[in-house]
């Protein structure tokens, strides 16, 4: 947990990293309230957040920075188990870049005063014209946080009885600036070595993975191999099994065909006679029908006989008169008195326009006019009804209905 003094909180931050650039800065205490879970970031909610402890001198130059990770869980709270101490590492920090106020206090993955906290830290990006720190330090310049900036004091003026002494600053701050590009260099390559270092145990970790996964794949492939091999095994053989059931199976056929080859020839023979036998009485049948037909059609077709009843009727122009229910009286032509005496009821349901079923439904409902639904037993329910006079008006199932029973 963060527990900054006022004086500390005054000038220091945590700034929010995305790649190189800047994302977020807040001040330390506010850092504090997410870490109380106070309050919390939901766009950073599961995600595992690069931040960086921002130590300021009075006149708003670096004087320390901790990179640290820290995780928000999927609430957007902090992680309430996080501990690391960042305000001491940075007091405990070993010299890193000058960033315009002298060498910082750097704490990060490659150097830190802690080993136990190393699993927390990452490295900065030191490549020029493109690090962490040119980005931080830009950050800081543009002061978007509102510190109180205190200006430093005025350098004396050498006068010339400090020449000498002059030259020796110089000689001084010579020597002081080759120690810090070295320790730049030192810090770069410590980083650049760390960075190695975890993308090669990152490459191990994805190759072991790799590997047991392909061990896997080959057992199963193996297992599946033998499966395969064990049943290639059994289909072989019952395949073997079938091919001597079927050489048998031939075998017996060809001897069965052997033996009943005669039987078979004979059989075909009687056969064949009676086909043609049958074929012979049909084509006499058919020279029957044909003969028929044609004598039918002269019958049909041929005048009375001289001296008959209906060549006397003919003669005379006389018809015969029917009746039927629904018709009234009919006068039957000489010609139509056949096909009458054949069947009435179809030529008296001819003359109504109907079919002779349908007009056999009306003749017997206009000879027994009552109700013809049956329940369930079969029994007609037989209650007297209107009769309907018309064939041609009369509707089966309807007309022929009581009251009670009409749909």
């Not at 650039?21 to 330390?28: D, F, G, K, N, P």
């Not at 009306?362 to 018309?390: D, F, K, S």
Request: hydrophobic share 35%.
């Amino acid at each position: 947990m963060v527990i900054a003094s006022q004086a500390a909180e005054a000038h220091s931050a945590v700034f929010f990293m995305d790649g190189v650039q800047v994302a977020r800065q807040m001040r330390l205490s506010e850092f504090g309230a997410f870490l109380d879970g106070y309050v919390g970031l939901s766009d950073l909610a599961e995600t595992e957040v690069r931040a960086v402890l921002v130590n300021l001198n009075p006149d708003l130059t670096v004087a320390a920075l901790v990179f640290f990770n820290i995780w928000f869980d999927e609430e957007g709270q902090a992680d309430r188990a996080w501990n690391v101490p960042i305000e001491a590492l940075a007091e405990q920090g070993s010299k890193g870049p000058d960033l315009g106020g002298g060498p910082i206090r750097l704490v990060c993955r490659s150097q830190t005063p802690d080993a136990k906290v190393k699993d927390f830290l990452w490295d900065p990006d030191m490549t020029p014209g493109h690090s962490h720190f040119h980005s931080i330090r830009k950050s800081v310049q543009e002061n978007s946080l509102r510190f109180h900036k205190v200006e430093a004091a005025a350098a004396d003026i050498p006068t010339l009885d400090l020449v000498d002494e002059s030259l020796g600053d110089e000689d001084s701050q010579q020597r002081s600036r080759m120690a810090q590009l070295l320790r730049e260099h030192r810090l770069r390559i410590k980083t650049l070595q760390s960075v190695h270092r975890d993308v090669l145990s990152d490459l191990r970790r994805e190759h072991r993975v790799e590997m047991q996964a392909l061990r896997s794949e080959f057992l199963e492939l193996e297992q599946q191999y033998e499966r395969l091999k064990h049943t290639n095994g059994q289909m072989k053989l019952r395949l073997a099994e079938r091919n001597e059931q079927y050489l048998s199976m031939q075998q017996g056929m060809a001897k069965d065909h052997s033996e009943s080859g005669d039987k078979t020839s004979a059989e075909l023979v009687l056969l064949r006679e009676q086909l043609e036998r049958k074929q012979r009485e049909l084509q006499l049948r058919d020279e029957t029908i044909d003969a028929l037909e044609r004598e039918n059609d002269e019958l049909k077709n041929r005048e009375p006989l001289e001296g008959s009843i209906l060549a006397k009727l003919q003669d005379h122009s006389v018809f015969l008169v029917a009746y039927h229910h629904g018709v009234g009286h009919i006068s039957l032509p000489a010609a139509d008195i056949s096909a009458y005496f054949k069947n009435p009821v179809a030529y008296a349901a001819e003359r109504c326009g109907l079919s002779e079923s349908a007009y056999q439904e009306w003749l017997e409902h206009y000879e027994h006019p009552h109700c013809m639904q049956q329940n369930e037993a079969g029994v007609t329910c037989a209650e007297p009804i209107v009769r309907v006079t018309q064939p041609a008006e009369f509707k089966a199932g309807i007309d022929d209905r009581c009251d009670a029973h009409k749909p």
